[in-house]
Each structure stands twice: as C-alpha cells, then as structure tokens.
C-alpha cells in the first residue's frame, strides 16, 4: 500500500528541499481535492484516502482532520493542508531520529530491539525485521527517512511511544493476525493502529495535557461526577491512615527518645519514615481501589466493592499490592520529611516567637504544614508517579507491565527527567491544602485529648 503511495502519489525525485517537498504536497492535495474547488472537506478526506489504499477509519481522519483546520471553517484549504503535513513530518523525524541510535539515516532491526528494550518490551531481531518489512519500499531491510515519511504520512502518531504501542501489540498478535487477515494485511494494520493510537494510558500522550484539558476530558467522558470518581474510597482510606500516621509517629518519638527526654531532627524523620510506611502498609489495598476508580471510564465499575471483586477475580491478591515498593520508597523520605519539618518549624516558631502562649495557631501550622508537605511531595514525589503508574497500567488490557525500574526507564527515555514530575501541579493543590489542615486538626485533637 505505501509502496503504491510512494510511486503514485509521491514522485520518486521529490526530496527534502521546500520546492519538492511543497510538489509533493501539491499532489496529495490533488488527489484529495475531488471537486476540485481547492479545498478539502472530511467527507473527501475519507473518500480520497480510501481511493489511494488507506481507509484509516473514520476517527482517524476526523482526529487528523481536526488538527489541520486551523480556522475551525469546516474545510481544508491548501496552506492548512500543508502546514499540517509539515508540522507531522516534524513529529515523525524526532520519532526516526529517537530509533536511529547510530545516527546513519537508516533503521535497523537491532535499533528496533534496543529502543523497546528500553521501554520493557522485549522482542527478538527476527520480529524487529517483520516490523521494517511493513516499512522497507526497497527491501534493503532497513528503513531511511524517506521510507518512514512516507509510511506515516497519514497516520494519526504523534510520538515514538504510541509507534511502539502499536508495534507491540503487532508483534504479540502477528501469528493469529495471519491467519485472518490474508491479502488485506495493510487496511487491518491500519484499523489496529487507529485503536492503540487512540488509547489513553498514563505514562502515553494523554500524560500531557494540561489541569484545564485534563477537567475538559474528565467532564466530556464521565460529567460533573468523575470529577469525584474514586472518591468514596479515598475519604474511607483517609481517616484510618491518618489515625494510624499520627498514633504511630507519637509511638516511634517515644521509642526513640534519648535518655535525656531530648529528640533531635534525625530522630523525627526515622520516626515519620516508619510512621508512613506504617500506615501504609495497613491501608494499601484501598490506594490500589482508589487508583482503580479513579483512572477507569464511566460505568467500568460500580462501586468500590465491585472495583474490588473485579480485580481479585481477573488479577488475584498480589494486584492489591501493585507498586507497593516504589510506594514505601516513596513514603519513607516523603513522611519522614513531612513530619520533621513540620515539627521543626513549629518549634523553631514556638522558641522566637511565642511568648504567652504555648499554642501556635490556626496560620502558624497551616504554614508550618504546606512547607513540610512541600519539602516532602518534592523529595518523593518520582516514585509516587511510579506507583501510580504501576497501579494503572494493570487496568489497561494490552499495555506493558512493566516493573518499578522499567517504568522509570520508560518515564526517562521518553519524557525526560522532567517527566518524573509530570502532574506535580495539580498534586500539590490537592495536597497543601489536605495535609495543612490536617496538622491542624491533629493538634487540636491532642489538645482536646489532653495529649499535647
């Protein structure tokens, strides 16, 4: 099909230069342009790709329909035809170049190998060669820039991962797909990569929406209530571990008190740390249901025990501890800190400033509470991401589950070390304002308890 693509559509001279590459553009135009009226309706769209051997699918075509009209008209014209074209070759010479490890202008099957080795997907030289032969026009059995170009001309990719996606599931499902699909190989490839393509799984391009975007789709898939989907568990997970962090910090202080009754900032932070992997470590189970909840479409579950039955049945008892390393991990410097700082500041507050009374108040330890969740969130929050991740993954059929390092592998090679502190943002508007007020709380039960 691209071969065909390459010779009829795209002339054999055309290059990189801008004369050629605005030709080549110029004759795709053409062959979409069926009333020849100089633009492009998604109607044609369709009716010209079908025309020239790939029928992507109808989401396919509107997405990259959507992404080219510019000016929202309903029609494509020239200039937004081809700006769309150039802005996706873009795309698709940074996913090239991220395959190209020795940098020759040529693809091979050990790069194929090594770059989803990266990502935790393993497959042998001989599937790495089954993937070119869909891409190699020359039989050289290696794929140059050229040859890439035109193989995702018109498909909906935006970067490397979501190619890889699809070459997985081409590669877990290549023995049974031969048996179905016989001489019409192409059209069915494409069918299948509009399906990956269009899946959104954390740590994959949904990952990269903003916290407006990110409300825009929660309310267009689910409306107001997935905003608050997950939300039962949470609140029935919150109260015991809370109980459990704070009981468990006074226990571990008292353990860890000198014999001078003094307790230093070291002291503090092993206290935090068990206090944290201790409540934890009780409450696990339910962080996994509210992860579940959370990240699962509209009417996936019914409910927290539903959620619950689900998993057990489909996954069994370890699923309920999925992440729990990176987890406690995290947990460790995270309370640890949470719980130092806070007590440091409040302190540090109570010797210079206090004067006539013992009791800070209520914006003392709202500060002294959003610093140390700050310094804490900061120092942990990679291998919350992970956790989070690790939990999700397992909700989506197909996707690679992939262990803590692999994850943070795949987290590193495609996203950057920025990527450990994608969604921080929003994170910390949820936290600051929960974990101060908490402390809040905490203090005021201690003294109403006459425990303070």
Known sequence: MFQLLRGFVLPAAACDGNRDG??????????????????V????????????????????????????DTNQDGQLDFEEFMQYLKEHEKKM????????????GKIEASEVVQSLKILGINISEKQAEKILQS????????????????????????????????????????RRKRKRLGSGGSSCWQEEWLVLSLEQVHG????????????KQMLKEGGVRSLWRGNGVNVVKIAPETAIKFWAYEQYKKILTREDGKL??????????????????????????KTRLAVGKTGQYSGMFDCAKKILKREGPKAFYKGYIPNILGIIPYAGIDLAVYELLKSTWLE??????????????????????????LASYPLALIRTRMQAQASVEGAPQLNMVGLFQRIVATEGLRGLYRGIAPNFMKVLPAVSISYVVYEKMKQNLGIA
């Open 93 to 104: 010479k940074l996913a090239f170049k991220s395959l190209d490890k020795n940098n020759d």
């Open 204 to 215: 994959s391009k949904s990952n990269k929406m903003n916290i407006a975007s990110g409300f």
């Open 352 to 377: 210079h400033y206090a004067s006539s009374s013992a009791n800070p108040g209520v914006f003392v330890l709202l500060g002294c509470g959003t610093v140390s969740s700050t310094c804490g969130q």
């Open 41 to 68: 309706d998604i109607a044609e769209l369709q009716t010209g790709l079908r025309a020239m051997g790939i029928p992507l699918g109808k989401e396919a075509e509107e997405k990259i329909f959507k992404a080219g």
């Open 135 to 174: 891409i190699d026009a020359d039989g050289t059995m290696t794929v140059d820039w050229n040859e890439w170009r035109d193989h995702f001309m018109f498909n909906p990719a935006t970067d490397i991962e979501e190619i890889i996606r699809y070459w997985k599931h081409s590669t877990m499902s290549s």
């Open 264 to 289: 230093g900032t070291v002291e503090r932070f092993v206290s935090g740390s068990l206090a944290g992997a201790t409540a934890q470590t009780s409450i696990y189970p339910m962080e996994v249901l």
């Open 22 to 39: 605005d030709s080549r553009y110029a004759n795709l135009f053409r062959k979409l342009d069926l009333n020849e009226d100089g633009r």
